[in-house]
């Protein structure tokens, strides 16, 4: 029993250290915000978000010398006091954004990108439009712009602390459910103490992981939060496993619980990342 729990542990801990060497070559994920114009304008036009305060660092005189020039004056005419454009006069600290789209999807990224915002609108007419102030309150996030109705939908947060916890919780009860009939476990007879045991561990992991990606984005941050909690997770299950599950040794109950948690380890850390940015399209 004691030579079989080192096995497994260190089994565990080699997948950790793979898990690791991925994740730490990432430099973490920058705030972002996606702008849908629905509806849009049936000419030309610019768009911009607006943030508080002064501007700097915005575009260089090439690039304005590119654009259309009586639409750049409209532009910067229609920025309300006490405001600045952040792509056309700059932040202060680096922003890229797309003042025109092909097809109505403006995305704006990296750190001066503003929690507190506004969305500037102009149009080859003359036409100018400006939002109400809004608020990114996630790190990644995208808002919907209705031009016909002058209005701006901004999808609700708890929608995307959802999705992204069933994402993660989901996929870890399917694969474990099917390792536990691939270790000869009967189903009928054990799924009431697999479904009870993951809900506690792995649903209370799901929702603090969920919290924390939807929020802040992922990263290797994740990693330093994961490769913990799942190390204390595997040893709880693989602990309660050997006195809950049934028709099998306690040995072969505890192999199961370690290999089951190494294998959702991987699964929610390969799949952390395209579930989040998935979210991230919808709310």
């Not at 509806?39 to 607006?50: I, T, V």
């Not at 915002?117 to 100018?128: H, Q």
Request: overall charge negative; hydrophobic content about 50%; proline content about 5%.
């Amino acid at each position: 029993m004691v030579k079989t729990f080192w096995k497994s542990a260190l089994l565990f801990c080699i997948v950790s250290l793979l898990l690791a060497g991925t994740a730490l070559a990432d430099s973490g994920p920058k705030p972002q915000l996606v702008v849908k114009v629905l509806n849009g304008p049936e000419e030309p036009y610019y768009l911009d978000l607006l943030a508080e305060g002064g501007g700097g660092n915005g575009l260089s005189q090439e690039e304005r010398n590119a654009l259309d020039q009586d639409m750049l004056s409209a532009l910067l005419a229609a920025v309300p006091e006490g405001w600045h454009a952040c792509v056309t006069e700059g932040t202060g600290v680096p922003i890229w954004g797309e003042l025109t789209s092909e097809d109505g999807v403006h995305t704006f990224g990296y750190v001066g990108v503003p929690e507190t915002y506004r969305i500037l609108v102009v149009t080859r007419s003359g036409e100018t439009w400006v939002s109400e102030t809004l608020e990114r309150k996630v790190l990644q996030s995208s808002v919907a712009l209705d031009w016909t109705a002058k209005t701006v939908e901004v999808p609700p947060v708890w929608a995307g602390y959802v999705l992204q916890f069933l994402a993660t919780l989901l996929p870890t009860l399917l694969a474990e459910g099917i390792l536990l009939l691939a270790f000869r476990f009967d189903w009928k007879t054990n799924w009431r103490p697999f479904l009870l045991v993951n809900l506690v561990t792995q649903g209370a992991l799901a929702v603090f992981m969920s919290f924390h990606i939807v929020r802040d984005g992922f990263g290797w941050w994740f990693l330093i939060l994961l490769v913990p909690a799942e190390l204390v997770i595997a040893l709880v299950e693989a602990g309660l496993y050997c006195k809950l599950l049934q028709g099998r040794s306690r040995a072969r109950s505890f192999v199961y619980g370690l290999t089951a948690n190494a294998i959702s380890a991987l699964l929610g850390w390969y799949l952390a990342e395209p579930v989040w940015r998935w979210i991230v399209t919808i709310c």
